[in-house]
């Protein structure tokens, strides 16, 4: 990837981890930790990889995205504002009661989301239904499904998965957030997932393993995903929880809590002298 691209991408995801920040911050509540580790994917996802418009969210021929991770929506909203589907200061209003931004995705009230989501397993489901839709009906957009490690715990991804390599969903790519952290600990410890690649690989689905926080990396697997035909791709991101804060990096406690004032402004304060860092280069 060119470097002046790159680092456009490098600004946007920092911007985009200060709106997880600041949203979860006004809502006292939500979860940051798996956001930020996801925020790289989305911005590559919305910035580079994806057909999307801003101006018409329901365009027929757009890509579709699932965040079956339903509960990191904050890095999701944040995309789609820094992106123009609503306006930024949406965030701010996270979890209100009566806001357009809830707790977990809802595709009748927010723009930009193309599937409900929040019960772990099912968004990966609808993500496969969605693919088989778009082979019967011939059309050309693809589906991408973005699933927590901690999520494979649920049976109905495995039947999920037993599905769209069975029917050779080739339009299907899913990307597994393996920061290995859920709410109770290290996923290797409460209910250990591995060999996640061999698992898939099982199931009939080409596996690519990135560096979620490498907009190289991320570009090299999405390249290759694009190349595959005949079956499903997933790709297995190795990611930080809570990339991009110092005192949220690889700590499972910041899996469902929002800062309070004082953790607020280190947040803030150590993401804009990141940006700020950026900005020289």
Request: aromatic residues 8%.
């Amino acid at each position: 990837m060119e470097q002046s691209r790159k680092l456009e991408l490098q600004k946007v995801a920092n911007r985009v981890r200060q709106g997880v920040i600041e949203s979860t911050y006004c809502a006292k509540s939500g979860h940051p930790g798996g956001s930020l580790s996801i925020t790289d994917a989305l911005v590559y996802l919305y910035y580079q990889q994806m057909r999307v418009d801003p101006a018409n969210p329901s365009w027929a021929d757009r890509d579709r995205l699932v965040l079956s991770k339903g509960h990191c929506c904050p890095a999701l909203y944040s995309v789609l504002a820094e992106k123009g589907f609503f306006d930024k200061k949406e965030l701010r209003s996270l979890r209100h009661v009566g806001a357009m931004l809830q707790g977990h995705p809802d595709m009748k009230c927010t723009p930009g989301i193309d599937m409900s989501s929040g019960s772990l397993g099912q968004g990966i489901s609808a993500a496969c239904g969605m693919a088989m839709a778009a082979k019967m009906s011939g059309a050309s957009w693809r589906v991408y499904a973005i699933l927590g490690d901690g999520e494979l715990q649920e049976g109905q991804v495995w039947e999920a998965a037993m599905f769209a390599g069975f029917r050779k969903l080739d339009n299907l790519i899913a990307i597994v957030d393996n920061n290995n952290l859920q709410i109770d600990g290290q996923v290797s410890d409460v209910c250990s997932v591995y060999p996640i690649e061999d698992k898939f690989t099982a199931f009939g689905w080409h596996v690519i393993t990135v560096d979620a926080h490498d907009f190289d990396s991320l570009e090299k697997g999405f390249a290759e995903a694009m190349t595959i035909t005949g079956k499903p791709v997933v790709l297995v991101q190795k990611s930080v929880k809570g990339k991009g804060v110092s005192f949220m990096e690889n700590q499972a406690d910041w899996h469902g809590k929002a800062t309070n004032a004082q953790e607020y402004e280190q947040a803030m304060a150590e993401l804009k002298a990141a940006y700020a860092k950026l900005e020289e280069e």
